[in-house]
């Protein structure tokens, strides 16, 4: 993809009614916060002491832990919507955990958006998802919830890199769509 040519109405159409959306591209930014968490997690967290994971840094959600559990949930609980699942537990709820458990749970929920990806179809992405938002009953297409995903990712990793930063030498490597989508840094 050209970043030049880049035009968001390109991407998607709103309505099945007026269109058709893009999958291969929403495809694409899923793989894109998928490979930025494994990213931010082997070059900026993994060289990080427990106690500077756990550290408290004033901004954000306070540490990154608490920034990777709220990625974390965020994908997971995004996913059980579009599916039709209750998700009464909370990853955000159960810190602290071993990061090397955390680690493998925000595979495992990366590995759910792959199989869910590949399935993806007009009718789906364009699906009504119904549930429960904290005592109201709440319907958000799956296209939506989709970008939440993408959009909460894009903000808190982000914030990690800044609050590691904070308590650790400054990771060396930027964050960046543009440079993925074009191939920059896949090999």
């Known amino acids: 993809m050209d970043p030049s040519k880049f035009n968001l109405a390109h991407c998607i159409e709103l ?6 959306a893009n999958l291969e591209f ?10 930025e968490d494994e990213r931010v997690w082997q070059l900026a967290i993994v060289p990080l002491s427990a106690a ?4 408290e840094v004033g901004f954000g959600l306070g540490s990154i832990q608490r920034e990777c559990a709220h990625i974390m949930e965020t994908e997971r609980l ?9 998700s009464p537990e909370s990853l955000i709820s159960e810190l602290p955990h071993p990061r090397r458990a955390m680690r493998a749970r ?19 992405f364009f699906s009504d998802c119904s549930f429960d938002d904290g005592g109201r009953e709440a319907t958000l297409t799956a296209w939506q919830l989709i970008f939440d995903v993408i959009y909460q ?12 930063a904070e308590v650790h ?4 490597f930027d964050l960046s769509l543009m440079q993925f989508l074009s191939g920059v840094f896949r090999q």
């Open 153 to 164: 990712g894009t903000v808190h990793r982000a914030d990690i890199m800044r609050m590691v």
């Open 106 to 124: 925000w595979r495992a929920i990366h590995a759910d958006w792959t199989r869910y990806m590949g399935e993806l179809n007009a009718e789906l």
């Open 78 to 86: 995004c996913l059980q919507r579009i599916r039709g699942q209750s």
């Open 169 to 172: 030498e400054p990771p060396q």
């Open 15 to 20: 309505s099945p009614a007026t269109g058709t």
């Open 52 to 55: 500077q994971f756990a550290q």
């Open 26 to 35: 929403a495809r694409k930014l899923i793989e894109h916060c998928c490979w």
